[in-house]
């Protein structure tokens, strides 16, 4: 039920990179697995990137193998997603999420009980 706090989405044009961040600002996500997921309308939520408390990381989308990368900050209480070479394919709300019951990466939206609020990537000319 507790909200994780996104940033970095916005416009950008093929071949262009984002990096997202997502926080937690009131608990320590330190000890959770936490995976990028993206939502176009209309189809269900598909995890991307994931990565465990040991920096270990998951990669559940084949198209963003080479071109995307998770990676966390246990310090800054911080995960990010840098988002390289990207296509209008790409567009999308992406949402972080943790789990703090496992510490390892499920590609199941449910198995996550933290999440932020979504952030909108659109990929166009």
């Known amino acids: 039920q507790l909200q994780l706090v996104e940033s970095g989405g916005g416009l950008v044009q093929p071949g262009g990179s984002l990096r997202l961040s997502c926080s937690a600002p009131?608990?320590?996500?330190?000890?959770?697995?936490m995976t990028w997921f993206r939502q176009v309308p209309g189809k269900e939520r598909e995890g991307i990137l994931c990565s465990t408390s040991s920096g270990s990381t998951t990669t559940f989308l084949d198209s963003v193998k080479a071109r995307f990368t998770i990676s966390r900050d246990n310090a800054k209480n911080t995960v990010y997603l840098q988002m390289n070479s990207l296509t209008p394919e790409d567009t999308g709300v992406y949402y972080c999420?943790?789990?703090?019951?496992?510490?390892?990466?499920?590609?199941?939206?449910?198995?996550?009980?933290?999440w932020g609020q979504g952030t909108q990537v659109t990929v166009s000319s």
């Open positions: 999420a943790a789990d703090s019951y496992r510490r390892w990466c499920s590609p199941l939206p449910d198995a996550y009980d933290y």
């Open positions: 009131g608990f320590a996500v330190d000890y959770y697995p």
